[in-house]
């Protein structure tokens, strides 16, 4: 004697649901895996330029801001520009190069006197960072 069903059970939603959560685990993995580009530092406002700067490896970045009186921060700590030169040396030692990262408020005398600190301690790449136009 064959037995027969009564109800049709329909399995394409089990199909549904692995296909679900391969996404969803493909969603997760994309997020961890990704590369956050934080640049952690001194939020300065640079000036616009249609060229960009090529990724750079061993950069040091120097931030200058505008205002009445402008600062200089490297390594996310206020300095002066006699306080540099020492840091630029040991920056120098381990093959670092220099981006300037100068808020478009900045004197252009204190940029251009940081690049020249930079240069004068022997650091043969010096850069400075500008933002793209948007």
């Given amino acids: 004697m ?15 649901l692995a296909l679900v959560d ?16 934080l640049q952690p530092g001194i939020s300065v406002s640079m000036p616009f330029s249609r060229f960009t700067l ?10 200058i801001t505008g205002g009445a009186v402008p600062a200089i921060y490297f390594r996310e700590q206020k300095i002066t520009l006699d306080q540099l030169g020492p840091l630029l040396d040991a920056a120098k030692r381990e ?6 990262k100068a808020d478009r408020l900045a004197p252009y ?5 940081v690049t020249n600190a930079a240069l004068e301690h ?5 850069a400075l960072a500008t933002s793209s136009p948007r």
């Fill in 22 to 37: 391969v996404a969803f685990l493909l969603v997760i993995f994309l997020l961890l895996s990704s590369n956050f580009i």
């Fill in 109 to 113: 005398e204190t940029v251009i006197e």
């Fill in 2 to 16: 064959k037995l027969s069903r009564t109800k049709e059970y329909n399995f394409g939603w089990l199909v549904f």
């Fill in 95 to 100: 093959g670092y190069s220099i981006i300037v």
């Fill in 54 to 63: 090529g990724p750079q490896i061993n950069q040091q970045i120097i931030s």
């Fill in 122 to 126: 022997g650091i043969t790449s010096v």
